[in-house]
């Protein structure tokens, strides 16, 4: 897919990723970027190419008022994403079905409120913004997080299939962790969201069903196929 002249609707635009790939699309010749987040006002892009949009992923409504407006997007980008910190055995089990509501349902209903405009203007191309956590559970506040993120991403395999045949790239893009808000406190090592989006684009034009951004994706996908030990070890002794 090539990006210049695109027209594209990037959700969660307002800060980390988001908006790296608005300016990213930006830089790199897009024709148009709708700029969604839940308060658009916060956007804050003075590029005449810059549409905000209201768009909650939790709110059905404001998702088919989006498309309903940006009938012209060739490329959208499901960024928008929470990460409520809960653990599956002893958090709220509300809190971990938003993570499910919103990562999962969220995205897959503006994937499907997205089909038809993309159908429309020969196919187009979808990234969803995953992480090496679809892959792997880790300690300490991920568990819930974790499983969003693997359905989300099986997800993503399954409307890639069913997309096909209308010639829609769908494409997955897995990180360990970026320098974003939601990742504000976390004592790991941080890439630049901007490499993020950079990788997917790069990854779009060459037509790659999946971008592996950093060291920790690639090392956890290569994992998958051997003993889960290299990834969890024995249990601990009592």
Do not use: C
Not at 2 to 25: M, P, S
Not at 42 to 50: C, E, H, K, Q
Not at 191 to 211: F, K, M, N, Q, T
């Amino acid at each position: 897919m090539d990006i210049t002249g695109a027209i594209a609707l990037v959700t969660g635009a307002n800060r980390g990723i988001g908006r790296r790939f608005v300016e990213q699309l930006l830089d790199q010749g897009a024709e148009k970027v709708y700029a969604t987040a839940r308060r658009p006002e916060s956007i804050g892009f003075t590029d005449a190419r810059v549409t905000p949009l209201h768009l909650d992923l939790l709110d059905e409504k404001s998702v088919s008022a989006a498309a309903a407006v940006a009938q012209d997007v060739t490329l959208l980008v499901n960024n928008a994403g929470i990460s409520t910190g809960a653990d599956l055995l002893t958090a709220d089990l509300a809190m971990i079905r938003r993570d499910l509501e919103t990562h999962l349902f969220g995205t897959l209903g503006v994937i499907r409120a997205f089909a038809p405009v993309l159908a429309s203007n020969n196919g187009g191309a979808i990234v969803n913004v995953l992480s090496v956590l679809s892959w792997v559970a880790t300690p300490g506040g991920s568990g819930s997080y974790s499983v969003a993120k693997a359905a989300e991403w099986n997800m993503t395999n399954g409307v890639r299939v069913e997309l096909a045949g209308q010639k829609t790239l769908v494409q997955g893009v897995h990180l360990g962790a970026a320098d974003t808000d939601m990742m504000a406190g976390r004592d790991a090592p941080k890439i630049d969201p901007a490499d993020v989006a950079r990788a997917s684009l790069d990854g779009l034009r060459a037509g790659a069903i999946e971008v592996l951004v950093d060291d920790p994706s690639r090392f956890v996908k290569a994992a998958l196929s051997g003993d889960p030990a290299q990834l969890y070890g024995p249990p601990s002794a009592s």
